[in-house]
């Protein structure tokens, strides 16, 4: 199968009508947000205009999503959850938020990993909860003791907290191994935090790593898993996304209200179920295309950026670029901007850790990536 990132022209990306290519001026050449450069998954495809043909636009039923999620999981990461214990849920983020109200209370706190994908911050703080930090170590892996320092303070007083772990991880690509996760269960278990995983990037991990489930790991069957086709086959705008209990919160999972999942898209859930049971060969030909775009970058840095570090993501198609040794002038990400016309994510949004950093988005074609990194060293020297 073709490379899907080297379908589309740059002209026909900007006739697109998505927050990607609307948000900046027509000048600037968009790696920034979590949408790919990539024409829809065939069956994906067929699967809505059949719908559309059907005038199949109404509400979802089933459990057609949950019973493709549970044969794709079973295919590609030798885990099957068990749909009795899997809801539908309009997104991943907004399933988050659901499982932490099953689990803590108003003002209690919810722990996450710095620097970690912004709106981690923002619906926490919209659920009423407290935000305790965890910052990744400087290898971009979990830190142990700086996570138990966490879980002491979070659960301090006799309160009730949950773990917010993003797995793989966004925005350093990182791909926790199961010992990591391992860990991560015995101390929620010894500290009595609950965890919840968003596993929204799974699809996506390249040769030499591999995805575990963190309901899988042993200790983890209290944990909560909230998975969506949407990275992985670029359906963003078709939304729909699952929440998975471990058996032992299946009972909470059961005290989500009916209305928590009544906004997923009927048309979301035809367009995910379609891509998991039916466009595996398209997601490996991404992959593979995504894995050379992870070294080009890396090849392209050395080259011209030479002061930039990067490591290779294991997984996602994000790329997380430590940019302090360019000694810009303000936010590598604005100067990026302002000066060489590229967009990129501020370091900052992701939280601590993130000052100096920025976010690049790999999910577009070579040509693309080539002329970015070009207009950012244009940029830096200027």
């Known amino acids: 199968m073709d490379n899907p990132l080297q379908s589309r022209t740059l002209a026909e990306l900007r006739a697109r009508t998505s927050e990607k290519w609307r948000r900046y001026a027509p000048d600037v050449l968009p790696v920034w947000v979590a949408e790919m450069d990539v024409p829809l998954a065939e069956p994906v495809a067929r699967a809505l205009t059949d719908a559309i043909a059907r005038s199949d636009t109404g509400y979802p039923m089933g459990e057609d999503y949950l019973d493709a999620l549970a044969g794709f999981a079973g295919r590609r990461w030798g885990w099957t959850p068990d749909i009795d214990h899997a809801r539908l849920v309009p997104d991943v983020m907004i399933g988050i938020v659901e499982v932490l109200k099953l689990v803590t209370g108003h003002g209690d706190a919810v722990v996450i990993n710095p620097p970690v994908y912004p709106p981690f911050f923002d619906f926490i703080a919209g659920a009423d909860r407290r935000v305790v930090e965890a910052p990744l170590g400087a290898d971009h892996r979990l830190d142990m003791t700086a996570l138990e320092r966490a879980f002491t303070g979070a659960v301090a007083g006799g309160r009730r907290a949950a773990y917010l772990l993003c797995s793989p991880q966004n925005p350093t690509g990182t791909v926790h191994t199961r010992d990591e996760l ?4 015995e101390l929620a278990d010894r500290y009595g935090v609950r965890v919840v995983v968003d596993e929204i990037h799974a699809p996506l991990v390249y040769p030499g790593a591999t995805f575990v489930p963190y309901l899988s790991v042993p200790g983890g069957e209290r944990g909560f ?3 969506s086709a949407s990275k992985a086959w670029n359906l963003a705008g078709v939304k729909a996304a699952v929440a998975v209990a471990g058996p032992d919160a299946a009972a909470d999972l059961a005290r989500m209200p009916k209305v928590a999942g009544d906004g997923a898209s009927h048309f979301g859930v035809i367009a995910h179920s379609a891509a998991l049971r039916y466009a595996e060969p398209w997601l490996d030909a991404l992959l593979a295309g995504l894995d050379r775009n992870r070294h080009l970058l890396g090849d392209l840095l050395a080259e011209h950026l030479p002061e930039v ?8 198609y994000l790329a997380w670029l430590d940019c302090r ?4 002038p303000g936010d590598p990400a604005e100067v990026f901007l302002d000066r060489g016309r590229v967009a990129l994510v501020s370091g900052p949004t992701f939280g601590t850790g993130g000052v100096g950093h920025a ?3 790999l999910a577009t074609s070579p040509e693309i990536i080539t002329e970015a990194v070009r207009r950012m060293a244009t940029a830096a020297r200027s």
Do not use: E, H, I, M
Request: aromatic share 10%; no cysteine.
């Open 225 to 227: 898993s909230l998975l």
């Open 359 to 361: 976010r690049f988005n």
């Open 325 to 328: 040794a360019l000694d810009l």
């Open 309 to 316: 570090s990067y490591r290779p993501p294991d997984g996602t």
């Open 182 to 185: 391992r860990t991560v269960a």
